[in-house]
Nanobody, 118 residues
Framework: QLQASGGGLVQAGGFLRLSCADS????????MGWFRQAPGKEREFVAG????????YYADSVKGRFTISRDNAKNTVYLQMNGLKPEDTAVYYC?????????????WGQGTLVTVSS
């Protein structure tokens, strides 16, 4: 079970930190990723992180603004979002990802809504 939290309403240029807690027992062995779905659009990849947290990957649209990290002791993956733009408005989800770091697998947990006002 994956539970995302930390979303909210923020002005353009602001920041938020999302968290996603995994209640399972295999978190440290899984690659993890963040995805988002804006109204009327398909869900898209945002960022991915390897099991140790060393390897990270980002969508071009967030590179340099967002940072993914994880704490295996807390079974939690984070997404630090800086320099937010109105186009970042979406529901954000976390998921386990495949070896390519961008393809999700498994079930989606509850997402968290991020709204960026202009």
């Amino acid at each position: 079970q994956l539970q995302a939290s930390g979303g909210g309403l923020v002005q353009a240029g602001g920041f938020l930190r999302l968290s996603c807690a995994d209640s399972g027992r295999t978190f440290s062995t899984n690659r993890m990723g963040w995805f988002r779905q804006a109204p009327g659009k398909e869900r898209e990849f945002v960022a991915g992180v390897g099991q140790s947290g060393v390897n990270t990957y980002y969508a071009d649209s967030v590179k340099g603004r967002f940072t993914i990290s994880r704490d295996n002791a807390k079974n939690t993956v984070y997404l630090q979002m800086n320099g937010l733009k109105p186009e970042d408005t979406a529901v954000y989800y976390c998921s386990t990802v495949q070896r390519d770091y961008v393809s999700p697998f498994g079930s989606w947990g509850q997402g968290t809504l991020v709204t960026v006002s202009s």
